[in-house]
């Protein structure tokens, strides 16, 4: 089983920065992708920036300049450092692990974590 946490969620005012970390536990075999989205209310789950095993990046265009995902691969984690926030960014972020399991490493599962939540207003 593999668990997925998220943490750094805050009131934050408009450009403002803030930091979130998420981490991937359990009986991991190898983690391939770890994705950052988000849902803002009323709205539909979004991706926002994602980062792969080989570190390569990919960020929507309405974060890019602003966001920046990193990751750990030795403590399983990633980060995602947001600055010149706005109000439209607020919304619940998830974390999402696409990795191997100790239990079956020939299949690749999406894990899911249960969000933290950022609001960005004065």
């Known amino acids: 089983q593999v668990r997925v946490v998220e943490s750094g969620g805050a009131l934050v005012q408009p450009g403002g920065s803030l930091r979130l970390s998420c981490e991937a536990s359990?009986?991991?075999?190898?983690?391939?992708?770890m994705t950052w989205y988000r849902q803002g209310p009323g709205k539909q789950r979004e991706l926002v920036a994602g980062?792969?095993?080989?570190?390569?990046?990919n960020y929507r265009d309405f974060v890019k300049g602003r966001f920046t995902i990193s990751r750990d691969n030795a403590k399983n984690t990633v980060a995602l450092q947001m600055t010149s926030l706005k109000p439209e960014d607020t919304g619940v972020y998830y974390c999402?692990?696409?990795?191997?399991?100790?239990?079956?490493?020939?299949?690749?599962?999406?894990?899911w974590g249960q969000g933290t939540q950022v609001t960005v207003s004065s």
């Open positions: 999402n692990v696409a990795a191997r399991s100790g239990a079956n490493p020939s299949l690749i599962v999406n894990y």
């Open positions: 359990g009986n991991i075999h190898s983690i391939e992708a």
């Open positions: 980062i792969i095993s080989d570190g390569r990046t």
